[in-house]
């Protein structure tokens, strides 16, 4: 039943990637984000935002390859940067700027290949193109660089409701002995290493201390009672391109 829901919620996706992809660049925006405003209002529901029961079983560590174990090199070798240049190229100071110049030390370019669009289309760009050339998945077992994404990071139509796919991206280090992920990330001060834990989403802090997720998203005064906080709550899902 749990895999026949991931499908479903997959294929929603798909077909809302779909659409988004369509709308004209002089529409979209900017950042860590992807739906056009009115678009995200028609089309809410199908979007899968149901968070904290997939990944349940999740994680653990598989052996990565040499690529996949590069593309993590790149992207711990870019913590605490502020900006994001590699092999001479600068990229977007954004989540989706990091996770595309990551990727692009291995010759892939996450934007299908069409280039730097005026306006971006940032995480909805990348999903689609793991979707076509790779695979969305929710673990159990997760690859070193694969990539994160999340929902609900921040409020994109601004509406004050929690209705916002595919808002932010990662790309994953490790997984910890506990089922904790490990990912690098663009936040807002720059490059940084956050924590994911899928069996304990609701979790920020362990008894001993230990961060078993860290706030993605910042609280605000006005915030709606559903609005969630941490990466275990608003994760969406993985993506795998190298084998």
């Not at 895999?3 to 992809?21: C, N, P, Q």
């Amino acid at each position: 039943m749990r895999k026949h829901r991931f499908t479903i919620v997959g294929e929603m996706l798909s077909s809302l990637l779909r659409r988004v992809l369509a709308v004209p660049v002089s529409v979209l925006f900017i950042g860590c984000a992807t739906i056009d405003r009115q678009f995200a209002h028609s089309e809410q529901d199908r979007a899968g935002l149901t968070t904290g029961t997939r990944g349940e079983t999740c994680c653990v560590m598989a052996k990565g390859t040499p690529k996949q174990t590069a593309l993590v090199q790149a992207a711990t070798g870019l913590l605490g940067r502020s900006s994001i240049r590699l092999n001479g190229r600068s990229y977007s100071s954004d989540c989706s700027g990091l996770v595309r110049a990551v990727y692009a030390m291995q010759q892939i370019d996450l934007y299908g290949g069409l280039g730097d669009l005026d306006g971006g289309n940032g995480v909805g760009r990348i999903y689609t193109h793991v979707m076509q050339h790779g695979s969305i998945h929710y673990g159990p077992a997760v690859r070193p660089g694969d990539v994160v994404f999340f929902h609900n990071t921040w409020d994109f139509n601004g509406d004050s409701l929690p209705n916002d796919p595919l808002t932010h991206v990662g790309v994953v280090e490790q997984v910890e002995r506990d089922g904790t992920v490990t990912f690098v990330s663009w936040v807002s001060s720059g490059v940084e290493r956050y924590r994911m834990n899928l069996q304990r989403p609701d979790t920020h802090k362990a008894g001993n201390g230990r961060i078993l997720n860290d706030y993605l998203r910042r609280r605000k005064a006005d915030d709606h009672p559903t609005t969630r906080y941490l990466a275990g709550q608003l994760f969406a899902a993985f993506g795998t391109l190298l084998r």
